[in-house]
């Protein structure tokens, strides 16, 4: 008889798909823990890059694309910085609800997936509703939820 036989008892272990989840996730994790406290030391230097969107926004001139899109960059970036303690708490709370997530699911408990949901969907809610839509703000926050899904 061949193992792939219907009536056969299954043996319940990690499948291939939430090994690979699990494993992306991780990794995913640990840049993100990495990256909220690279945003939160790189914020320090606020009043540099301000000066280097000034210094874009006079060399762009009258393109009228370009303008917008560097006035749209330093709201953003003005947004961030003003938030920048709550955006740092938040993604160090909603990171770990993600790894609580991941390492429930690898013990095959259903709870784990809808941790795991509000640790990967809410931080995008909340960068939403602080930082606002903008164009590139709009565009971030669709890769954001492309790569999030």
């Known amino acids: 008889m061949s193992s792939n036989d219907l009536f056969e008892p299954q043996q ?45 926004q006079e060399r762009i001139g009258d393109n009228e694309m370009a303008n917008n899109m560097v006035q749209s960059s330093i709201e953003i970036y003005q947004k961030t910085y003003d938030y920048r303690y709550f955006l740092f708490i938040s993604t160090i709370v909603f990171t770990t609800l993600c790894l609580i997530g991941v390492l429930q699911m690898r013990k095959l408990k259903k709870t784990g997936f809808a941790i795991y949901t509000v640790g990967e969907l809410t931080p995008l809610v909340i960068s939403a509703a602080l930082l606002g839509f903008s164009l590139v703000g709009g565009f971030i926050l669709i890769i954001s939820t492309i790569i999030a899904v």
């Open 12 to 56: 319940k272990g990690l499948t291939g798909t939430l090994k690979t989840l699990s494993i992306l996730s991780l990794i995913g994790c640990g840049i993100a823990y990495i990256m909220g406290v690279y945003s939160l030391i790189d914020s320090s230097n606020y009043e540099q890059k301000m000066a280097e969107f000034e210094k874009a």
